[in-house]
């Protein structure tokens, strides 16, 4: 990707069908892929979130950064990741995305988990997280999987989403 087209890039925003994908593994372990990652941190950081994947940029590529919880000055970035571990106790909290505007979700998830993946040398890695980092690895692992916190909202989440949802949905169309 040149540079150019990394500057472009932006956060794309539900409905964006592109953020329903299931994203393809990262084969080649470039400078372009460590540029986009260096994007996709910039990109996060300006929207002030705590991870960012890939498909809401528009790459439909397995990759995600996030920040580290407690030092939002550093992030990480995982690779082709897979989840483990996930069978212990769950918890529910409120999740909003960055590519989801003004939506916020009750979302249960197990409260620790592993992850591994590659790193951008192509190495693998893997580490162990609880409470909001494990949470922020889930949601991002969603993503990479076209899955969205509006596919696990309850009823009462439903209702209180559905005019933020409706403004998304008509904006995007027109
Ligand atoms: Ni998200």
Redo the contacts with the bound molecule.
């Keep these: 990707m040149t540079s150019p087209e990394l500057e472009s890039l932006t956060i794309i925003k539900y409905p964006d069908p592109r953020l329903r994908k299931i994203c393809e593994p990262v084969v080649e372990f470039d400078a372009s892929l460590r540029a986009l990652a260096d994007r996709m941190i910039v990109l996060m950081n300006q929207a002030e979130?705590i991870?960012?994947?890939a498909p809401?940029v528009g790459i439909l590529k397995q990759m995600f950064v996030c920040a580290i919880i407690g030092k939002p000055k550093d992030s990480m970035v995982f690779v082709n990741p897979t989840l483990a571990d996930l069978d212990g106790e769950a918890e529910a909290a409120e999740?909003?995305?960055?590519?989801?505007p003004e939506v916020t979700v009750t979302v249960k998830r197990p409260v620790k988990c592993r992850i591994d993946a590659h790193d951008l040398d192509g190495n693998p890695v893997a580490f162990e997280a609880t409470e909001l980092m494990a949470r922020c690895w889930q949601?991002?692992c969603?993503?990479l999987n076209g899955r969205?916190?509006i596919d696990r909202m309850s009823p009462a989440d439903r209702v209180a989403n559905r005019r933020a949802l409706k403004r998304l949905e008509s904006r995007f169309g027109g």
Excluded: K, P, V
């Excluded at 999740?95 to 989801?100: A, Q």
């Design positions: 979130g991870g960012l994947a809401q999740e909003g995305c960055l590519s989801i949601h991002e969603d993503h969205l916190i």
